[in-house]
């Protein structure tokens, strides 16, 4: 009899067991949202701008009812299919998707397309229609701006090294193409050495370090990003030159806006990840209550970062 | 089985043998001729080039036959540094394009004023109308940036296939007035005298820099001669 008592008390408390999981369970689910699922492919999670890029979508999405799955392509073309082929086996019902290749990755939008699935871009840009709504940095203005600085800086003169980002983004050929656009109008000012550094800290340093045997009295280094930026006032310091050449980066990260507080970096142009990440959620919520009708492509304004206004930010925006 | 047999035999061996490696020889030429190609490279790059937009030929286009059959919409410099000073959501609202999401606006803008000063970098101008004769400042040096193309209106981001085209059409449209409008400029400028302007402007909205208004210059006219 004791023994069928408490066989009855084993099976009561693991029914409440299973109970209390399941209410756990259903718990989360409601936390993660019912709306639907949304997939962020990120093409790196190796650089903190693209995190914060990555987990404000994830979080945006969530916040409007949906799942959220966070992918890290790790800048590799192949892997990003890989997501995308999962991503579409699974049913999920919207992609925000920061793309590692403006050409490379087309076809997984467009195959994403195929299958009724919705494509919005964040920061980075895709040479096709394919995606719904493309929201993009302006590189291009904020390396004007950029640069526009950078002549001020050495009094329109002196030699320079330029540091670029990854090949196959437009975002590198933007942002140098608007810093040029300003540098090449002044003779005085020569760039010594233009080396690409894969928007990679570890990548610059090692780049900086081989120039600065080659060309040891440059004035500046114009860096394509912020990573970049770190990295080559590390070879800078290491090689006891940080003081006397200028350091200018690209994004806003949270290091470089602390070096532009304490001096080490001159300026960079913020960009604003979060705000990209929030308004490609919201579109793609939009999208999946009906609405079909998006800009193209929407370039968000770059504010130029120097020593003299960067009370006014913080790391990837602006004080509030 | 003689000697002789056994020497001929092989003799016939090795010749089939070379035989097989010159059957080899050319089967593989056949395939290499068949997959490679070689054509020169200005020849390729025009191929390839072909069905993309041409930067240099699309803003000469736009300028002569868009953007100058346009700027009779261009709004009075004076009514638009008044706004500036008492009412900048108007300003934005009525007489500002917005590129994307941005709290910099671009305008299309003319006045006409006496030259009060001139220096390497441009062209000061007090403005003749009430109320506080502002001023203007006419760029001859600092063309850079996207102010003409995104003043205009006329131009939609949408109908290009990367940024990269975008913004190259304003690398052009940059190209055109350092080359041939402020040339010009730079030739008729002289202090005190009178000058009509049509041009392009960039302002903050958070953070307006009006004293003096920075433009641009698309169209100029000393007296009677008019500089586009």
């Known amino acids: ?320 | 089985m003689s000697m002789e047999f056994l020497s001929k035999l092989i003799e016939k061996l090795r010749v089939l043998v070379k035989l097989r490696y010159l059957v080899y020889a050319v089967l593989t030429g056949i395939v290499l001729y068949h997959s490679v190609y070689f054509e020169p490279l200005d020849q390729h790059q025009l191929q390839q080039n072909q069905g993309e937009l041409q930067p240099a030929e699309f803003a000469r286009d736009f300028w002569e036959n868009r953007l100058l059959k346009n700027l009779e919409r261009a709004v009075s410099a004076s009514k638009l540094i008044h706004l500036f000073k008492n009412d900048m959501a108007t300003a934005v609202q009525q007489y500002g394009q917005t590129l994307g999401i941005s709290s910099t606006h671009s305008y299309l803008v003319q006045g006409q004023g006496r030259i009060t000063a001139v220096n390497n970098n441009g062209v000061e101008i007090n403005i003749e109308a009430p109320p506080d004769s502002p001023e203007v400042f006419i760029e001859t040096r600092d063309i850079f940036g996207n102010a003409v193309r995104d003043a205009s209106g006329l131009l939609n981001i949408d109908d290009f296939r990367s940024t990269m085209e975008f913004n190259a059409i304003s690398v052009e449209i940059n190209k055109i007035i350092r080359e041939e409008v402020v040339p010009e400029i730079l030739q008729e400028t002289e202090v005190g005298r009178s000058i009509r302007f049509v041009g392009a402007a960039e302002v903050n909205e958070d953070n307006p820099e009006i004293s003096p208004l920075h433009i641009v210059p698309i169209q100029v006219q000393f007296g009677d001669r008019q500089i586009s």
Request: charged share 20%; with cysteine; glycine share 8%.
């Open chain 1, 1 to 320: 009899m004791a023994k069928k008592l408490s066989l009855l008390v084993l099976s009561i408390l693991i029914g409440m067991l299973v109970v209390a999981c399941g209410n756990q369970a259903k718990q989360e689910a409601g936390q993660a949202g019912n709306k639907g699922r949304i997939a962020v492919v990120i093409s790196t999670l190796n650089n903190p701008w693209f995190v914060v890029l990555g987990e404000t979508a994830v979080q945006e999405a969530r916040d409007l009812g949906y799942q959220a799955t966070l992918f890290d392509s790790q800048n590799d073309n192949a892997k990003e299919t890989e997501h995308f082929e999962n991503i579409l086996a699974a049913g999920y019902d919207a992609i925000l998707f920061n793309p590692t290749d403006a050409d490379g990755s087309v076809s997984n939008v467009e195959k994403a397309g195929k299958a009724g699935v919705p494509t919005f871009c964040m920061d980075r840009e895709i040479n096709s229609d394919a995606a719904v709504s493309q929201i993009l940095s302006d590189n291009y203005t904020g390396c004007v701006e950029l640069g526009r600085y950078f002549v001020e800086q050495l009094n329109g003169e002196g030699e320079y090294v330029e540091l670029l980002g990854l090949v196959g983004d437009n975002n590198t050929w933007n942002r140098s193409r608007g810093f040029h656009s300003v540098m090449d109008n002044y003779p005085d000012l020569k760039m010594v050495a233009q080396q690409t550094a894969d928007f990679d800290r570890n990548t610059a340093m090692e780049v900086m370090e081989s120039i600065l045997q080659a060309h040891p009295d440059i004035d500046a280094v114009f860096c394509g990003n912020d990573a970049m930026a770190m990295g080559a006032y590390q070879a800078l310091a290491a090689a006891g030159k940080a003081d006397e050449i200028m350091v200018f980066g690209f994004d806003g990260a949270k290091d470089v806006v602390e070096s532009i507080g304490a001096g080490k970096i001159v300026a960079t142009g913020m960009q604003f990840p979060r705000l990209m990440a929030r308004e490609a959620a919201r579109m793609a919520d939009q999208y999946l209550n009906g609405q079909r009708d998006f800009p193209e492509k929407i370039p968000v304004a770059v504010e130029l970062v120097t020593q003299d206004n960067v009370s006014q930010y913080v790391a990837y925006g602006k004080k509030q």
